[in-house]
Structures are given as C-alpha cells and as structure tokens.
C-alpha cells in the first residue's frame, strides 16, 4: 500500500512560484506513473501534469502548459511540480496520485495523497 503525502502548498500574489513535493512511502515510485491533479472551488477534479515511469515523459494540461513542470526522483521516492508564473485561477487543492497509466483521468490513479492548498492572490 503506497502512501503519498504532498507538501509546499500555501499562499502566494499572482506571478508567484512554489513548488509542490509528494513523497512516498510504503512502495516505490518506480513502480507507478505519477500525477498531479487539482480541485478549485466548488469544481471538479481535474488534471493538471502526469510523467511517466523513468521520467522521460510528461503530459500538460493547456492551461499550465508552459508554467508548470513535473518531474520525478525515483532515488529520493519523490514527485515534485514546480509552478511559476501563478495566476489566480490556479487557487485549489493540489493532489498527486500513483498509477498504472500516464494519462489525464482520474480513473487508473490507484493512490491519492490528501491534497494541499494553493492560493493566489490577485
């Protein structure tokens, strides 16, 4: 059983960075593909960046396409997301999720961490 714990949520102004970290303990990264995921207020969950086993591939929602970087440390048993140039649009709960699939449904993501916090202020 995998357990994911995200951390580096907060409050930033609009054209901020922070950069979100989910570690795992319980099993090992290299095992699944990885996911970022995140849910504004009052709105669904919906898909944000994903990267494949070693790395070597990533996928982007439009709307952080350019912003946002996913990237793995299969060493460190960590997941991270760097987000810059933050926009108020971006304010939700920033989950990530081990799966068997890099893909942009929520469905093959087996293991859910708790999620964190962003917010941007305009």
């Known amino acids: 059983q995998v357990q994911l714990v995200e951390s580096g949520g907060g409050l930033v102004q609009a054209g901020g960075s922070l950069r979100l970290s989910c570690a795992a303990s319980?099993?090992?990264?290299?095992?699944?593909?990885m996911g970022w995921f995140r849910q504004p207020p009052g709105k669904e969950r919906e898909f944000v960046a994903a990267?494949?086993?070693?790395?070597?591939?990533?996928l982007y929602a439009n709307s952080v396409k350019g912003r946002f970087t996913i990237s793995r440390d299969n060493a460190k048993n960590t997941v991270y997301l760097q987000m810059n140039s933050l926009e108020p649009e971006d304010t939700a709960v920033y989950y990530c999720?081990?799966?068997?699939?890099?893909?942009?449904?929520?469905?093959?993501?087996?293991?859910w961490g708790q999620g964190t916090q962003i917010t941007v202020s305009s």
């Open positions: 990267i494949n086993l070693n790395g070597g591939s990533t």
């Open positions: 319980g099993g090992t990264l290299i095992s699944y593909h």
């Open positions: 999720a081990a799966g068997g699939l890099m893909t942009t449904s929520t469905i093959p993501f087996r293991y």
